[in-house]
């Protein structure tokens, strides 16, 4: 898994421990007499019988009710005996029953991971969707992640491109669209179980996901997934390659959410964060390439989140915030390099927060702010004041106070 994987203590790896029975009778009784005999302070206070005449002589009714009174005692301490007795064997059944469910997720697992390894495409796509069944049954969480693992890990696995469909290669041409939809299966579901309610059944949200240096070639939906409590994903060195399209419109990203794009390569792909919400955690573009690769934050709120582009090349790519909303957290473009494609804010609103583009080079491509509104980000002005072949689009209202 990646560094940036954070651990998270799970209940359910606890083990059973239960006092012994001696113990557990012993201070549940003293707990019971404690109990009665706040009552019987309580009464006598309550009914003022402060004080007792001790000439009094004890009739044969009075003893009869202390005798019941002690049956009654000896009946209740006896329950209370029964109770724990039972509430025991009652969390001996259910740790019996965890290590149970444990066992027989072992065992399908083992059989799953075995189908996934198969040489038949056929037979791996049946292995796919055990192990996300497995996932979605698992007793705890630290099963359920060991199957995302094991998933994430297939998509890292290296596979041989695409030979085309000349007759000579038609056989590996088709061993590779099997596979091919092996892969899009997994990246199917795993979009599919991410966009689930946290905390609901059969919902991915909150465990990590390590892509690292995965090629996405396929369509990846997590359109309304919520990031947050410390979850990882991370595509670091992932290939988006021509019709590659991962979609986060809609999500919201807030605190303890990490998803990580560092040193990613998108080529003829696109990444969508169209009217996401970024009110805490981190989305990290560091070192990544943009060649005809494109990342949408269509009517996107930020409030509170840090998104990095720091040090990222745009050669042909784009970046679009138009209609965006900042109003807190920051977003910086400190170092980029942009040569070609271009970064667009039209229409998008500054309010707070931070937009940085200190260090930024601009060699070609657009930078345009066409109907922004409030204060220019730090930075720009003076960056885009240096004489280079770009084309940089400003509001007039900061064309008067640039330098």
Same mark, same amino acid.
């Given at each position: 898994?990646?560094?940036?994987?954070?651990?998270?203590?799970?209940?359910?790896?606890? %083990?059973?421990?239960?006092?012994?029975?001696?113990? $557990?009778?012993?201070?549940?009784?003293?707990? *019971?007499?404690?109990? $009665? /005999?706040?009552?019987?302070?309580?009464?006598? %206070?309550?009914?003022?019988?402060?004080?007792?005449?001790?000439?009094?002589?004890?009739?044969?009714?009075?003893?009869?009710?202390?005798?019941?009174?002690?049956?009654?005692?000896?009946?209740?301490?006896?329950?209370?005996?029964?109770?724990?007795?039972?509430?025991?064997?009652?969390?001996?059944?259910?740790?019996?029953?965890?290590? %149970?469910?444990?066992?027989?997720?072992? %065992?399908?697992?083992?059989?799953?991971?075995?189908?996934?390894?198969?040489?038949?495409?056929?037979?791996?796509?049946?292995?796919?969707?055990?192990?996300?069944?497995?996932?979605?049954? $698992?007793?705890?969480?630290?099963?359920?992640?060991?199957?995302?693992?094991?998933?994430?890990?297939?998509?890292?696995?290296?596979?041989?491109?695409?030979?085309?469909?000349?007759?000579?290669?038609?056989?590996?041409?088709?061993?590779?669209?099997?596979?091919?939809?092996?892969?899009?299966?997994?990246?199917?579901?795993?979009?599919?179980?991410?966009?689930?309610?946290?905390?609901?059944?059969?919902?991915?949200?909150?465990?990590?996901?390590?892509?690292? !240096?995965?090629?996405?070639?396929?369509?990846?939906?997590?359109? /309304? $997934?919520?990031?947050?409590?410390?979850?990882?994903?991370?595509?670091? !060195? *992932?290939?988006?390659?021509?019709?590659?399209?991962?979609?986060?419109? /809609?999500?919201?990203?807030?605190? !303890?959410?990490?998803?990580?794009?560092?040193?990613?390569?998108?080529?003829?792909?696109?990444?969508?964060?169209?009217?996401?919400?970024?009110?805490?955690?981190?989305?990290?573009?560091?070192?990544?390439?943009?060649?005809?690769?494109?990342?949408?934050?269509?009517?996107?709120?930020?409030?509170?989140?840090?998104?990095?582009?720091?040090?990222?090349?745009?050669?042909?790519?784009?970046?679009?915030?138009?209609?965006?909303?900042?109003?807190?957290?920051?977003?910086?473009?400190?170092?980029?390099?942009?040569?070609? !494609?271009?970064?667009?804010?039209?229409?998008?609103?500054?309010?707070?927060?931070?937009?940085?583009?200190?260090? *930024?080079?601009?060699?070609?491509?657009?930078?345009?702010?066409?109907?922004?509104?409030?204060?220019?980000?730090?930075?720009?002005?003076?960056?885009?004041?240096?004489?280079?072949?770009?084309?940089?689009?400003?509001?007039?209202?900061?064309?008067?106070?640039?330098?």
């Amino acid at each position: 898994m990646t560094a940036n994987r954070r651990s998270h203590p799970r209940p359910d790896d606890r %083990e059973l421990r239960l006092w012994k029975v001696g113990r $557990a009778l012993t201070l549940a009784f003293v707990a *019971a007499v404690l109990v $009665a /005999g706040g009552i019987f302070y309580g009464l006598v %206070e309550l009914l003022d019988f402060n004080e007792i005449d001790n000439t009094a002589k004890l009739d044969a009714k009075t003893l009869f009710d202390l005798v019941k009174l002690s049956f009654g005692v000896v009946a209740g301490a006896g329950a209370l005996v029964a109770l724990v007795v039972s509430y025991r064997r009652q969390r001996v059944d259910e740790a019996g029953a965890h290590r %149970e469910a444990t066992r027989l997720h072992t %065992e399908r697992f083992s059989q799953a991971v075995e189908q996934l390894g198969s040489d038949a495409p056929a037979v791996q796509l049946g292995g796919v969707h055990a192990l996300a069944g497995l996932a979605d049954d $698992a007793p705890n969480d630290s099963l359920r992640q060991t199957c995302i693992d094991v998933l994430c890990a297939y998509l890292q696995l290296p596979f041989t491109p695409d030979p085309g469909d000349d007759p000579a290669h038609q056989e590996e041409h088709h061993r590779y669209l099997a596979l091919r939809k092996v892969r899009h299966t997994i990246l199917r579901l795993i979009g599919d179980h991410y966009r689930r309610p946290q905390g609901t059944h059969r919902s991915w949200q909150g465990c990590n996901l390590d892509l690292t !240096g995965v090629t996405i070639d396929g369509r990846m939906d997590f359109n /309304g $997934a919520s990031f947050s409590n410390g979850g990882v994903v991370s595509f670091d !060195g *992932a290939t988006f390659s021509d019709g590659g399209w991962l979609s986060f419109d /809609g999500a919201t990203i807030s605190d !303890g959410g990490w998803l990580s794009f560092r040193g990613a390569r998108l080529s003829g792909s696109d990444v969508s964060f169209n009217r996401a919400m970024f009110s805490g955690g981190t989305v990290t573009f560091d070192g990544a390439t943009f060649s005809r690769g494109r990342v949408f934050f269509r009517r996107a709120t930020f409030s509170g989140s840090r998104v990095f582009f720091g040090g990222a090349r745009f050669s042909g790519g784009r970046v679009i915030f138009d209609g965006a909303t900042f109003s807190g957290g920051t977003v910086f473009f400190r170092d980029a390099t942009r040569s070609d !494609g271009g970064v667009f804010f039209h229409g998008a609103t500054f309010s707070g927060g931070s937009v940085a583009f200190d260090g *930024a080079t601009f060699s070609g491509g657009t930078v345009s702010f066409r109907d922004a509104r409030g204060p220019a980000p730090s930075g720009l002005l003076t960056t885009a004041s240096t004489p280079v072949s770009v084309s940089v689009i400003l509001p007039s209202d900061w064309l008067a106070s640039s330098p």
